[in-house]
Every structure is written in C-alpha cells, then in structure tokens.
C-alpha cells in the first residue's frame, strides 16, 4: 500500500478548497503524487495534460472565461516556457489562476540544467507582478494553497506556491 | 477569398457561438466582420488561440466554440493539435487562415508555403473532422457541417492576406468581462470574493 505524502495531500485539499475543478499540468516527479490523489479521491476534479507549460496556461484562460476556477501545476524550468502566457495573457487582462511549481535547482540539485531557472523562478514571479509564496511545511501545505488560490481568484491576478524539494523530497535527495 | 470575405461568413454562420481570435490581423478582421460580445480578442500570446478555446470548450462544453488561429501561430503551438486530438471536445471548432505568411509582421513566408500541411497535422494528432477549403462555397458548406456534426473540428482555410484597417478595443479587462457576459458567466457574479 502507498502512503501519500501529507504535503501532496495538502496540494489536493488545497486547490480543492479554493473552488479549483480543473487541474492542467506538465508533470514532474513530486507532482505524481499529487496527480495520483487527485485521480484516487478527488473524483470532481478534471486533470488535463498540456504538451508545454505554455499551453497549460492558454488552456487555463480558457477555462476561466468559461466560468472555471483554474489550477496549473508544473516542475521551476517550465515556468521559462510560460512567461509570453502569463504577461501577455493571463497578467493583462486578470485572468487569474492557482498555479502550483514543483522546484529544482535548490538544495541539493544534483543538475546543474536545473539550477538558473529554479534559482530565478521567484525573482521572476517578482519582475511580473505575481504574487509567490513557498510552502515550508507538510502540515501548512492545505492552508497555504488554499489561501494562494483564494486570492488569486478574488483579486484576478495569478498566484504561485512553490514546493521545494526539501518539502517534496525531504530525504534522502533524489532525481526528478 | 480573403481572409476578411471569409471571416465574415463565419461570423454570419457563428450563431451565439463564441469566437476566440487570434492575434493580430485574425483579431482585427473578426473585429471588421462583425463586433460581437462573444468575441475574445487577443493582443498577445502568439499560438494560444486554440489552447484558449479548449480550456473554455471544456469549462462549457454545451458551448460552441470557434477558434480563428493563423498558420505562423499555430505553427508556435502545434502540441494544441496532440491535447485537442487527446480531449476530443465535441463543441470545438479551430478554424486555421492559412495566407502561407505570417501577414502581420510584413509578410515572410511561413512553413505552409514550403511543403507543411495543418490539416494533415491535426489528422495525425487525432482530430477526426478536417477539411482544407479555398472558396466561400467550401467554406460555407464545412461551416454547416460543423454546426451539425460533432467536432472537434480543424478546418484550415487557404486565403488571401488583405491589410485590416480597424482595430479592437485595447482595454483588456473590458474585452474578457464583455465576453463572459456574453456567453452567461458574467465574471461578476461568479468570481471573486470568499470562495
């Protein structure tokens, strides 16, 4: 029997807790997880796979002009294929959505291919104008997400929680 | 046929249906054909217009929804094809205006000019309803087999690039509440505030 991790858990229960139905993703290792219990226990939540960060978040707009209250989820080097969709797209017309970063390229990266676009990903968040917090603990993950969304939604703009690996993947370090 | 003449008769066959457009001279001669509420204009995100339409096709999947893509910007998406093919949305319609250039930025050749083939693309990712049309008539007739017959539906229209001379509105926030009001999820009442 598999014992979910309590932080992927709290991504499920989260994102849920926040309205959000529609899951689009380009997944990465942790994110399994996730995907995992989302399949297994959240039965009314739809998760898509996008080919690329970038369609994830065209295929989010969507969405929420339909009504729908988006989550995106994908690993810190996707977020270098998504940055023309979130500042021409989903930034200027407040189209906002949850939007969840599985990281790399912090303590105890292993790949130096990971390491520029996990060290920029906040200071990127920042330069655009979206709003990043990083969950620190398992037991605060729900809480966090959940809030994350809710003022994404309520102020129109998109919100990032970053998991990092030391959350994800707390021992011992492993490969995406 | 131009790229105008022809967005005009899918806007004439559009019904209520939702049209996203995309950027640039598709936009602005969906805005020339005909200024509607369920218009979505894009300003940016080059190759987005059918990753948009999908998302929305399947939030409202009682919706139709017409997608109006360039060659050169689904060139810069061709994964959408491989997703739509995947998710198979019964209610959309990317319609593709293949002029073999990319028209608004002066004209260079795209890949359809050399041998690339859009409808074959999307057959091979999956999508079932294509057709290449070159005449109002054909793409009269196709409009009406994709009101009728479940998509999705890839259409890739060979026309004529002419130069727009109107524009859309520029105020974002406008265009997007415009348009969910228009196809009854008025951001208003079903956004924002306590979840």
């Known amino acids: ?176 | 046929m131009t790229r105008l003449e022809a967005t005009r008769l899918v806007v004439a066959a559009a019904g209520d249906a939702a049209i996203i457009a995309s950027l640039g001279h598709p936009a602005y001669d969906l805005f020339a054909a005909g200024d509607r509420d369920a218009n979505f204009y894009t300003w940016g995100s080059m190759g987005l217009a059918s990753s948009i339409g999908l998302g929305l096709a399947m939030a409202q999947p009682s919706k139709r929804v017409i997608v109006l893509d360039g060659d050169g910007s689904l060139l810069m998406n061709l994964g959408s094809l491989a997703t739509i093919g995947w998710t198979r949305p019964a209610n959309l319609v990317v319609i593709v205006w293949d002029n073999e250039e990319y028209g608004t930025t002066g004209g260079q050749d795209t890949a359809t000019a050399h041998g690339a083939d859009l409808e074959a693309a999307a057959r091979a990712m999956g999508i079932v309803a294509t057709a290449t049309v070159k005449t109002p008539t054909e793409l009269d007739r196709v409009l009406a087999r994709a009101r009728t017959e479940p998509g999705p539906w890839a259409i890739v229209a060979k026309v004529d690039e002419t130069n727009p001379t109107t524009k859309p509105s520029l105020d974002y926030v406008f265009i997007k509440q415009r348009f969910m009001a228009a196809i009854g999820q008025p951001e208003g009442a079903t956004h924002g505030g306590p979840a």
């Open chain 1, 1 to 176: 029997m598999t014992v979910e991790p309590r932080w992927a858990s709290g991504v499920c229960a989260g994102l849920h807790a926040a309205g959000s139905r529609h899951v689009v993703y380009v997944p990465d290792n942790p994110l399994s997880h996730v995907l995992r219990i989302l399949r297994e226990s959240f039965r009314d939540i739809t998760t898509t796979l996008a080919t690329r960060e970038e369609e994830a978040f065209g295929i989010a707009a969507g969405l929420y002009l339909g009504g729908a209250r988006p989550t995106v989820m994908l690993q810190s080097s996707g977020l270098g294929n998504s940055i023309n969709a979130l500042t021409s797209l989903l930034v200027p017309y407040q189209i906002p959505a949850l939007i969840v970063i599985s990281m790399r390229g912090g303590d105890s990266e292993w790949n130096a291919a990971q390491v520029p676009m996990g060290r920029a990903v906040p200071a990127i968040c920042d330069a655009i104008g979206v709003p990043h917090v990083t969950v620190e603990s398992p037991e605060a993950t729900a809480d966090l997400v959940s809030r994350a969304g809710r003022t994404a939604f309520a102020a129109r703009i998109p919100g990032v929680c970053l998991l990092p690996r030391r959350l994800t993947v707390p021992s011992p370090p492993g490969a995406a």
